[in-house]
């Protein structure tokens, strides 16, 4: 790398020993700070505001489109009825995420290992790619032990594979020097493994995640409408179907806020935690500096 | 922290080889010829024999397996024949002498989710040295390649000729016997090439390392080096081996002197003889 590119300070000469190291930061003005806040807000509220007034301009009846206000009331009063079913997406969602992490991970370490594992691998991972999620789920409907069960491994398989696809990319895109450094040092394969294999990895580990922990959530979901579950112990998905066979919209909407807010959480957390692990050096979460 | 204010100090546990040390062998490529997977001959029986304190320059025109030639002395790939003879180090299982090498590549090549320190300090980690047993060594280097009061910085922090340091320093940690250097400068801006060579220099005399040192810069190989080998291509082979008398004291004057330019111009004669012979 050159001195310039390495120095996008402009700042092209050696520093040396007493130089301070300077990082420039954009001063974003307070006014455009506040912009960037206000502006998206602002529209927001804005189309709920349109919302609202077509509803009431045009006296929809509530069954066919409520008012925003309607779908929050029936947040609150329905609370007793959507929160136990928010959980029990909220669980499978997680549990699949877990796993599809674990052993996304693990086995894009066994692919790496050797190109004959990964070829022998190679057609399974594809078959179960591209093959409908949602297909495959009246199969696993007949397999599993309970409705629950069948609904996990079907937001499993769907958060598996971005996992496991990035995780294998970036334990290949090691820097073939460093790679040469650790040889060099007589590195054993698990300190090169430990030390500059997963490291490196992270970037595109992290990519993973985000991808994987959104698609988590919509395939437990699509999986419940498919695998049709029933009275207690069923997530949003049942509450959304119930609540449109008793043309209860109001209901229909705040399961539907539920499950949007739920999206933006786990969005939300997954690029806190690798904004958390890559802030430090990863140019994806770095400030451009000019 | 402390702040150091000169560029290079005398790291303290390294001295200057004692007179029998001196002169002695420190490694040794006998009738190496490297053959790639796709068919190059990249090197063609060849010979060299490196001793201790030696400064030795590997020019060449690229292709003439300069590089190639210091990867197999570093262990990065064997040769397809011959063999690489270390007389006084100790051997492991593959056949290298642990330890007693350290490498410098083009490319700073560090670990951009770690530290300086975190960098310097992973040849010493490889082997089992715990963080606060390394702590001192590692310190140690930092501060003799100007780099102490930034332990705690990223990579993306420092600049190139910096990184550059870094790469040096984690180079040292293991405090080898020999420093293989793959064109560490190519990549830098005039200006920082000249100040890292003086560093190096500096290091070198002050340490008793000896070093080998692959350019394909005429200029830089006359600065820095006592002993010059120039190579040629197709195939890759010793063409010239030239002592080079130094004076003592190299710096800002000695580059616009007549001895040095003496110097360039001889090195710069063998240099086309080897990318004629090639031609021929």
């Not at chain 1, 309970?146 to 937001?155: E, F, R, V």
Request: charged share 15%; with cysteine.
């Amino acid at each position: 790398m050159s001195e310039a590119t390495a120095n996008p300070t402009g700042n092209s000469a050696d520093k040396g020993t007493d130089a301070a190291v300077a990082v420039l930061r954009p001063r974003v003005a307070v006014s455009e700070r506040m912009l960037r806040i206000l502006v998206p807000v602002i529209a927001l509220a804005t189309g709920i505001m349109i919302w609202h007034w077509a509803v009431v301009a045009n006296e929809v009846p509530r069954y066919i489109l409520p008012s925003p206000f309607d779908a929050v009331t029936a947040l609150i009063t329905d609370w007793g009825t959507l929160w136990p079913a928010l959980t029990v997406t909220l669980r499978i969602t997680f549990m699949a995420l877990f796993l599809a992490l674990v052993g996304g991970v693990a086995l894009a370490i066994i692919l790496v290992q050797s190109r004959w594992i990964e070829l022998a691998l190679y057609p399974f991972a594809v078959i179960l790619q591209v093959t409908p999620m949602i297909a495959v789920a009246p199969l696993l409907l007949i397999y599993s032990p309970d409705t629950q069960t069948a609904l996990l491994i079907c937001s499993f398989i769907v958060a598996f594979f971005p996992i496991l696809s990035n995780m294998t990319q970036g334990l290949k895109s090691v820097d073939h020097n460093l790679l040469n450094l650790f040889e060099l040092y007589g590195a054993r394969s698990w300190q090169t493994l430990l030390f500059l294999k997963i490291p490196a990895s992270m970037p595109y580990f992290m990519a993973g995640l985000r991808i994987g922990g959104g698609l988590a959530l919509i395939a437990a979901v699509v999986a419940e409408f498919a695998a049709g579950s029933a009275g207690q112990g069923s997530g949003l998905a049942f509450r959304l179907l119930e609540s449109q066979f008793r043309l209860n919209l109001p209901r229909l909407f705040a399961a539907l806020i539920l499950l949007c807010c739920t999206g933006i959480a786990i969005f939300a957390l997954t690029s806190f935690v690798s904004w958390l692990t890559l802030h430090r050096w990863h140019e994806s979460a770095l400030k451009r500096e000019n | 922290m402390k702040r150091t204010v000169a560029k290079l100090s005398v790291v303290p546990a390294y001295s200057a080889p004692s007179a029998a040390e001196y002169r002695r062998p420190v490694v040794a490529m006998q009738n190496v010829t490297k053959v790639f997977s796709n068919g190059t001959l990249a090197l063609k029986d060849m010979s060299l024999e490196v001793k201790s304190g030696e400064f030795l320059s590997l020019l060449g025109p690229s292709g003439c397996g300069k590089s190639t030639a210091l990867r197999i002395i570093a262990g990065l790939g064997g040769p397809s024949s011959g063999s690489i003879d270390w007389p006084s180090s100790k051997i492991n299982s593959k056949g290298l002498p642990e330890g007693d090498v350290g490498f410098v590549f083009q490319e700073p090549t560090l670990m951009p989710w770690s530290t300086v320190f975190g960098n310097v300090y992973l040849p010493l980690k490889l082997r089992g040295v715990s963080k606060s047993a390394a702590r001192d060594k590692v310190m140690e280097v930092l501060a003799s390649v100007g780099l102490a009061d930034f332990a705690d910085a990223y990579p993306r922090e420092l600049s190139g000729g910096m990184k550059m340091r870094v790469s040096i320093a984690r180079a040292i940690v293991t405090r080898p016997k020999l420093l293989l250097m793959d064109e560490p400068f190519a990549a830098l801006d005039e200006i920082t090439r000249q100040k890292l060579n003086d560093d190096v220099l500096k290091l070198w005399e002050q340490s008793g390392l000896t070093v080998i040192f692959v350019t394909h810069s005429v200029f830089e190989a006359s600065y820095l080096s006592n002993r010059i080998v120039v190579m040629r291509a197709r195939p890759g082979q010793v063409f010239t081996d030239l002592a080079i008398e130094q004076p003592d004291i190299r710096d800002g004057a000695y580059r616009t002197s007549e001895a040095y330019r003496a110097i360039c111009q001889t090195v710069s004669d063998a240099l086309q003889g080897a990318i004629q012979a090639a031609a021929s």
